[in-house]
């Protein structure tokens, strides 16, 4: 059974720093993409960034670039978004995702596996 378990969310006020973790069980970690979406009530999920398989490539969304950071740790099925300069509008679920195959997507519908979401609170 494939379990992916989120934590790290919480309260933060604008401007600081929050580290997200993803735990994968259940998968042959390295062959899947990794991808972290974000989404409020009301609107689409939206992809905040992904990662390849091996961790040498990334892709961020214009809003994150510069702030968002995706590293994993295959040897410990582990995925993490480190994202700096947070802002009130950041304020979503945040959710990783896994994604089986050679190509990578920013499209939800494209991932098998999820987690169960944190919650990430920004503060003005």
């Known amino acids: 059974q494939v379990q992916l378990v989120e934590s790290g969310g919480g309260l933060v006020q604008a401007g600081d720093s929050l580290r997200l973790s993803c735990a994968a069980s259940?998968?042959?970690?390295?062959?899947?993409?990794m991808g972290w979406f974000r989404q409020v009530p009301g609107k689409e999920r939206e992809c905040v960034g992904w990662?390849?398989?091996?961790?040498?490539?990334?892709w961020y969304r214009d809003s994150v670039k510069g702030r968002g950071t995706i590293s994993r740790d295959n040897t410990k099925n582990t995925v993490f978004l480190q994202m700096s300069s947070l802002k009130p509008e950041d304020t979503a679920v945040y959710y990783c995702?896994?994604?089986?195959?050679?190509?990578?997507?920013?499209?939800?519908?494209?991932?098998?596996?999820w987690g169960q979401g944190t919650q990430v609170t920004v503060s003005s």
């Open positions: 259940g998968l042959t970690f390295s062959n899947y993409f």
């Open positions: 995702a896994a994604r089986g195959g050679v190509i990578s997507s920013t499209t939800p519908g494209d991932y098998t596996y």
């Open positions: 990662i390849s398989r091996s961790g040498i490539v990334t």
